[in-house]
């Protein structure tokens, strides 16, 4: 309205309104997806009950389907097909009080994909619990069942227990994965020099998935001065929950004990050149194409700076005929070397 004086707080007491409807917005669609999915569970549980005791087949589900439609044709979610995922639903969380707690915080179809991709009872709970964390869609929760995240999580082979403080020391072993995989790197074997670096960039959204929850890209060949000289780490990033720079350097050969010393040496240049007061020790992972788990304990027994060790996957799961497209490991590693200064 052109012309009205508005009091000197109007704009803060906007947006604190503005703030208030967004939340009831928020909380109101977890409502109303909490009694959607409790709603399924239970129809699930008495058609799985009926079908115990009185012997219901295939069939009775269909017309049950069809009966329910015919009575709330508006209402999505009673196909034959859904009222099967509702009894298998209900016969994988037998017990109500699991369901409220963890299965009814997420969407149906979130449930659904659990149910048809994950089998074993520990590891759905805990596909659900990240899924709560960290908020993740549908075809990321795809991503990371499919890439066997819960098999590879906190698996590192890390020296974390003795550099790092317990607390700090066991968030930073669950950040860390073993293998990592990259089946975004598609270049082909005609990829020249810095392509792979451009493409690591290109690709960062997917990079940060796979890295998981709270990753923060700082810099792809990042440049570091000591002494006079110039020294360029392969990835930077801060980590917002361990409030810490991540060093991440890249080996497409085999692990060898001199990648510790040198990632001890960026480690510390960080914390001398980069670290705020506020920020705990960094941390370093170094991902080889595959390490020698002996050889690696070895090399981080004695170092004071908190890293790890991980290899890393391209393309385990592509057709063969598709794999001819990739690059070898050989013309990774000229485009790794390309890339770092002499």
Known sequence: ???????????????????????????????????????????????????????????????????LRREFPQMAGLSPRNLKYMRAFAEAWPDEPIVQQLAAQIPWFHNCTILDKVKIRSEREWYIRQTIENGWSRNVLIHQIESGLYKRQGKALTNFTRTLPAPQSELAQQIVKDPYNFDFLTLGPEAHERQLEIALIEHVRQFLVELGMGFAFVGSQYPL?????????DLLFYHLRLRAFVVIEIKVTDFQ?????????????????????????????????????????????????????????????????????????EDLEAELENQKPT
Request: glycine share 8%; with cysteine; hydrophobic share 40%.
């Open 1 to 67: 309205m052109t012309g009205l004086k508005l009091p000197n707080d109007y704009d803060v007491f906007l947006k604190s309104l503005k703030e208030r409807v967004r939340a009831a917005q928020l909380r109101a669609s977890l409502a109303v997806n909490r009694e959607l999915v409790l709603l399924y569970w239970g129809i699930g549980r008495d058609i799985l009950a009926r079908q115990k005791d009185q012997g219901w087949g295939a069939k009775i589900i269909d017309r049950l389907a069809a009966d």
């Open 225 to 233: 001065e000591v002494g006079g000289q110039e020294f360029r780490l």
């Open 257 to 329: 004990p001199e990648f510790s010393g040198k990632m001890n040496f960026y480690l510390s240049a960080v914390d001398d050149l980069l670290r705020h007061p506020d920020d705990q020790p960094s941390i370093g992972i170094i991902l080889c194409k595959s390490k020698n788990k002996v050889v690696a304990e070895y090399a981080l027994r004695d170092l004071h700076k908190p890293m790890g060790v991980s290899e890393s996957r391209l393309m385990d799961e592509l057709p063969k005929q598709l794999q001819k497209g990739l690059p070898s490991i």
